[in-house]
């Protein structure tokens, strides 16, 4: 056997992988595909790449040294399990087989539970950075045992994209903590995203900037402390110019955002964890609102803000520079609560499911190679440097100062939106969350009253120990009672 690295699946995604692989010292890459029409054409197109196809499990098997490691690169769900299969059938223990998809962290727990009982090893590694990072250099998220690391490990540095001179690869933790991981990096993609969508549509609304224009403006916020992937792509797309119609080409797409079910998940784990994801959620749900057509059309006349009211919104020129400040103060003020609230999750589900996961090393291993690259990560991985178990984000002095520095432009922004009409759901939810967590009394209190009215599900007082319940429908005096929570 002459090869130390497998690939199965050779659709874009697969492919990229193998030729990263095979264009790394030191590496022999095996491939396989259901239909062999892939596997060929990938080694005919790629001489330069030391391939060794294979046309079955048994020959894929075959040509792997020993631990034999295989990176499953298939669309996820039923797919992955049926590879899962036919790769224990021909695999031995101590052989490691890695699902490179984008699967649910839970699926990567049963399946690593009922691998690891024929003495393989299963490890559910996210891979970021799409079809280019797959070929260049991704952001790799592998969860799986310590021993599967050791084999795993240098293969993965060697492919992954670097920053700063750093691997973007950690050994997350076990079983599903990759996969986990990758799924709330998903769920913050998708608020960094919505955030970026907001700031636009509030920029072109409220100067009446052409998309080229605002195109200028994200360059240029490019250069700062808002330096990211998602903001230099943005650049690119609002400059493209629709070649049939000669329209910027976001103006002749149609505004119904798809989405593939990882933000979903990143808040469906939220809810059942109990963290506050606000700012991913909005950002989740406004793709599902966009995608309503037949509800935006019924709705089209709904009342807006009246003339009367004084709120018309446009900017004059002259103001437009500061409006345009503003905007982008709020833009970065919402987006270290989204990326607050996403590392609030992955320390909930590293207590849920019993992971270590070191968040700093998480923070760096997305400087590079992922979407959601971006300067201030460096910010991130500083403040768990400092303080390991933060227990907010955005508290780390460095944010606090930021917050500070930004917040009165992101009250604006938000009443200006609010006043004018249009929507800035995670901008606003955002803000509405850093206040809460401010807050020095909640009207949380008040719910807590009436739950004990309606169901007599009891409270807690601030200056006694205990637990207790007011006697509603009898004479009102409070007696002490059982914890219902
Ligand atoms: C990445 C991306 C990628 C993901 C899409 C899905 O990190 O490279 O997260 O894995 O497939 O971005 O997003 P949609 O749900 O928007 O299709």
Redesign the pocket.
Known sequence: PSANIGVVGLAVMGSNLARNLASREGNTVAIFNRSSDKTEHLVQAHPEAEFVPAFSYEDFADSLHKPRTAIIMVKAGKGTDAVIDALVNVFEPGDIIVDGG?ALFTDTIRREKAVRETGINFVGA?????EE?ALLG??IMPGGSDESWVTLGPILKSIAAIAEGEPCVTHVGHDGAGHFV?MV??GI??AD?QLIAEAYDLIRRGTGRTPAEIADVFAEWNTGELESYLIEITAEVLRQTDAATGLPLVDVILDQ???????AWTVQTALDLGVPVSGIAEAVFA?SLSSHPEQRAVSRELPGPSASSGTEFGVTAQDAETFIEDVRLALYASKIVAYSQGFDEIRAGAAQYGWTIDLGAIAKIWRGG???RAQFLNRISDAYAQTPDLPVLLTAPYFVEALGRAQDSWRRIVSTAAAAGIPAPAFSSSLSYYDGLRAERLPAALVQGQRDFFGAHTYKRIDKEGTFHTLWSGDRTEIEAEDTH
């Open positions: 984008n996210g891979i970021s950075g799409g990072g991704p952001s990758k990096h998903n993609e998708y995203m955002a798809g989405a593939k079910g990882t933000g793709r992922c979407i959601i």
